[in-house]
């Protein structure tokens, strides 16, 4: 069967909140997903469709069903590390997958299923995988989720919070790695999400038909064009693909060596304090987009600009009283308030890295 063409990621007009949104989470999955929410027509699924087509190629341990990574044992499923107890092992190489979840998909359908019959009368775990299975290390997209049953929701937003997906049933029990970047999207005049929902999306992106003319005849343009000649119309983009490809892997590479400091952290929970932010979820949001930022532009400390640009994401659903009105939480206003936040602290000790962190550097400066 023909591989589907894919119009480029970087070929996309405008949405560069939208475009931003994704591109951190390709960076770093820890993130926790992107909620983008707008009207029809507004490149919501080709943009998830897009960056999943820019993630490299990653190595699978090549008899696995779950695609896992043959250099992270301690996240490997049940059936790896009881076949893989020796240490040896065949790697091969796959594409990243693109998995779309339908609306109608069930419980079974997402997190799978357990033979009991057959574990009872012959001792085998014989387990039938999911969607969570099929999106192990890649994109899970799903389309107008304010429509899908809350309860599948919750298991999607655990599993893309646990990085696995554990399946029990009468005593007996199967995991497996479930770690994937999760995309949701929906149209607001098809009704919203409960607010427990949206808090558990990391990011979330409001987006609107562009009003410039000048981009809305560049989207007639690139579309015809790709409908004309889809295949010459991603030659023409395959050099900017690449280099957009390119720095993505360079900064999943980087990432997690980005550092920050006490004050950083002060000021993102001074920040979020001010807004009267619930809970403690946004904080962390913003540290990690932060850090996801600061090694998207090649830089190993995050600054200021790199705590706006996600807070800019991690916010606007997570305000009281004005969830996604687009004016809530701008660039220039977070700005603001992060300046008054750091003018009343302290100078105290706010220059020197927290111990967690150094201790988290020093492990990852120990690993293979």
């Known amino acids: 069967m023909a591989k589907r063409a894919v119009f480029p990621f970087t070929a996309i007009v405008g949405q560069e909140r939208m475009k931003r949104a994704l591109i951190l989470n390709a960076v770093s999955p820890r993130i926790g997903g992107v909620l983008i929410r707008g009207e029809?027509?507004?490149?919501?699924?080709?943009?998830?469709?897009?960056?999943?087509?820019?993630?490299?190629?990653?190595?699978?341990?090549?008899d696995c069903?779950?695609?896992?990574d043959p250099n992270r044992p301690d996240q490997w499923c049940d059936d790896c590390r009881e076949r893989h107890a020796d240490g040896v092992l065949a790697v091969t190489i796959r594409r990243t997958p693109f998995v779309d979840l339908p609306v109608s998909a069930t419980e079974d359908r997402v997190?799978?299923?357990?033979?009991?019959?057959?574990?009872?009368?012959?001792?085998?775990?014989?387990?039938e995988p999911g969607v969570l299975a099929s999106a192990n290390r890649g994109l899970l997209y799903v389309d107008e989720v304010n429509l899908l049953d809350d309860h599948v929701v919750d298991l999607l937003l655990d599993s893309a919070a646990m990085g696995v997906n554990?399946?029990?049933?009468?005593?007996?029990?199967f995991s497996h790695p479930a770690r994937f970047i999760l995309v949701g999207t929906m149209n607001p005049e098809e009704g919203d999400l409960r607010p427990q929902l949206l808090d558990r999306f990391a990011f979330s992106v409001n987006i609107t038909g562009l009003k410039d003319a000048t981009q809305r005849v560049q989207i007639m343009e690139r579309r015809l064009a790709f409908e004309v000649s889809p295949v010459e119309f991603q030659e023409e983009w395959a050099s900017s693909e690449k280099a957009l490809s390119d720095r993505i892997s360079r900064a999943q590479g980087?990432?997690?060596?980005?550092?920050?400091?006490?004050?950083?952290?002060?000021?993102i929970a001074g920040l979020t304090a001010a807004l009267n932010v619930d809970g403690?979820?946004?904080?962390?949001?913003?540290?990690?987009g932060a850090q996801a930022h600061?090694?998207?532009h090649g830089r190993d400390r995050i600054t200021d600009e790199d705590i706006v640009l996600a807070a800019e994401l991690a916010l606007p659903h997570r305000i009281k009283g004005r969830m996604f009105q687009d004016t809530a939480v701008s660039a220039s206003e977070l700005e603001d308030r992060l300046s008054e936040v750091q003018s009343d602290m302290g100078d105290g000790d706010m220059d020197g890295e927290p111990q967690e962190l150094q201790q988290q550097q020093s492990d990852v400066k120990k690993k293979p």
């Open 166 to 173: 554990i399946v029990e049933r009468e005593g007996i029990s």
């Open 280 to 288: 403690h979820r946004a904080d962390l949001v913003i540290l990690r």
């Open 65 to 68: 069903r779950f695609s896992c």
């Open 40 to 62: 029809r027509g507004t490149a919501k699924s080709t943009a998830a469709r897009a960056l999943a087509a820019l993630l490299p190629d990653m190595e699978v341990v090549a």
């Open 294 to 296: 600061a090694a998207f």
């Open 111 to 127: 997190v799978g299923t357990l033979d009991i019959e057959q574990a009872i009368q012959k001792g085998e775990k014989h387990f």
């Open 254 to 267: 980087m990432v997690n060596k980005v550092r920050y400091s006490r004050r950083d952290l002060a000021s």
